[in-house]
Antibody, heavy 114, light 112 residues
């Protein structure tokens, strides 16, 4: 069974940093593009970043480029999102997603507030 | 970026009746490889989204056949043949033809 388990969400002050993790199982992680998608409270879905199979290609939505870094460790079947210079508008549930949406984790809540 | 526009944004439906959601893109979603990368997702209350349809009309495994997707170019439709209570939630279209991937605003389906 495919599983994506996110962790690392927390309450953080504006300007702070946070590192989200996603541990994958039940599929060949190293063969898959991986994606982070976020959803602000009561709002719609927003694609944040994705990374190709070997980590050589990484793409970001404009609003996080330069502040967020997506990475992966295929030996550990894990995906990460390093988030720096956090803003109130980054408050959201962050989902770990396989490729273009094949499977979603349960999400982890990031709250940026003083 | 490609703008995805869904309509309606709210859709009250009667159990057993059909429902239809429109999704329009600001530019053609036909990829240079000939495929059209338009997906539909369902998000039930309190749950993560899950993909119902990929590449316009391909139902994912486990998706009831009352769900169908159609369309081409810039105009796409998700249809629910006969709405059941478990279909309540928000439906999103999403394109991955052009970078960055973009979602529609979502359509909330509720039972009358």
């Amino acid at each position: 069974e495919v599983q994506l388990v996110e962790s690392g969400g927390a309450l953080v002050q504006p300007g702070g940093s946070l590192r989200l993790s996603c541990v994958a199982s039940g599929f060949t992680f190293s063969d898959s593009w991986m994606t982070w998608v976020r959803q602000a409270p009561g709002k719609g879905l927003e694609w944040v970043a994705n990374i190709n199979q070997d980590g050589s290609q990484r793409y970001y939505v404009d609003s996080v480029r330069g502040r967020f870094t997506i990475s992966r460790d295929n030996a550990k079947n894990s995906l990460c999102l390093q988030m720096n210079s956090l803003r109130a508008e980054d408050t959201a549930v962050y989902y770990c997603v396989i490729g273009g949406g094949y499977w979603w984790g349960q999400g982890t809540l990031v709250t940026v507030s003083s | 970026d490609v703008v995805m526009t869904q309509s309606p944004l709210s859709l009250p439906v009667t159990l057993g009746q059909p429902a239809s959601i429109s999704c329009r893109s600001s530019q053609s979603l036909v990829h240079s490889d000939g495929n059209t990368y338009l997906n539909w997702f369902q998000q039930r209350p309190g749950q993560s989204p899950w993909r119902l349809i990929n590449k316009v009309s391909n139902r994912e495994s486990g998706v009831p056949d009352r769900f169908s997707g159609s369309g081409s170019g810039t105009d796409f439709t998700l249809k629910i043949n006969r709405v059941e209570a478990e279909d309540v939630g928000v439906y999103y279209c999403m394109q991955t033809t052009h970078g960055p991937p973009t979602f529609g605003q979502g359509t909330r389906v509720e039972i009358k």
